[in-house]
Structures are given as structure tokens and as C-alpha cells.
């Protein structure tokens, strides 16, 4: 038998990155698992790279009405979820003084009230004893510039683990977070020139006490612990940032 066999499991903004290592970590250990993205042509791929048994859906964690339809698939798919991986955001470089408000909007109703909403709708599913784990980031306790919208909106994220965990702990389901540092996602090279990426590659390895990037399986084996075997935490969040945060 495998390690997940049996399990039903949902990761918003499962296509690509930290969402996609946890789901091959999931399907490899026999899971049934849903993604979500806003990219159809992303999640296709995504499903023909993972294989297995996997469902994905088009939704956008800033709508409301995508959430609710996604609560729709999930029950008439799953019916009962035994986790959930809240992991769909948007990053958001911009000096302080530069920073509009449509880009503030947009940045914390993906990070922030999306994941407030897709944890609400999905709650009549999850199974007494699962774990719900929401991806927040090492900014919500350390300073950078140019980061400050996307930084507060993952400060609600941790502050949002602790009361959900309160508030569905009746429910016996456990509400944790995970806290990237730099992790390897390959987003610096789609979003800057090659020269610029290796450059601030190097810059913000040099700022990691592990002096390196993390792998996105690192982050995915700290979500499935979460998720699955930390069975009496609740309300924590558990850093996997090489150290940046702690030394």
C-alpha cells in the first residue's frame, strides 16, 4: 500500500512551482488529487507531467464565484477532502512610494481574501483528522523592500492559520502554515532577463545561512508533513528558508 492511498487532496495553484512538487509527491504516493490554476493550458500539462489520478480545475482564487464553483467539484469529485494545500498567490515587485492601489487590490485578494474564502467553502468537506496548510513566506516576519504589499498579505496568511486553526479545531481538522524562503521555482528567470535572474540569484543566495536556493520538493515534504503526519500541531507555522528567518 502507499504512503497515500486512499487520501483525497486539494492544492490551489497546483500547475507549476511549490503546488506542483507537492502533487507529484502526492500521485507517486497514490493520492487522488485536484489542482487548481488560472491557466488552462498550464494545467493540462501539469496533469499529462503528474499522470495518475488527478483533476484539474480553472479557478481564480481572487473570485468568489470561481471559489464556490470549485467547492462544487471538489464535493461531486471527492465528496470528503482529507487536506488541503492553500497554495495559489502572486508575487508583486514595486517600491513603496510606486506601489498602486490596483496592484495592492490584486495582490491581497489573491494572497489574502482567496485563501480565506477556498478554506470557508471547503471546510463542510474536510474529513475529521485532516490538515489544511496555507504557503506563506518568510517576508511575514523579515523586512525586504520592494515587497511590501505582498509581504502584508502574507502576514494575514499566518495570522489567518492561527485563527482557523481555532476556529475548526471542533471539526478536528489541524490549520498549519509553510513558510518559503528562496526556493527554486524558476520565476526569477520568467521575470527578468537572464543576466538580471543569475545576478539576484546570487544576491539572495549569499543571504541564506544554507547559502543556496531551496529545491520545491523541500517545501512539498514540509506541506505533506503538515498535512499528514504532524497530527498534534496546529495553528504553526514551520519555516523552510535554509535558515533566513531563524539565524
Known sequence: MSTYDGKNVVITGGSSGLGFATARLLVAGGARVLITGRDQAALDAARDRLGGDVVTVRSDAASLADVDALADRVK??????????????????????????????????????????TVQKLAPLLAPGSGVVLTTSVVNVMGFPMVSAYAASKAALRSMARSLARELLPRGVRVNAVSPGPIDTGILEKSMSPEAAEQTRSQMAADVPMLRFGDPTEVAKAVLFLAFDATFTTGAELAVDGGGSQL
Open 76 to 117: 461531486s469529485e471527492f465528496g470528503t477532502v482529507d487536506a488541503v494545500s492553500v497554495n495559489a498567490g502572486i508575487s508583486g515587485f514595486a517600491p513603496f512610494e510606486s506601489t498602486t492601489e490596483e496592484s495592492y487590490d490584486e495582490i491581497l485578494a489573491v494572497n489574502a481574501k482567496g485563501p480565506y474564502f
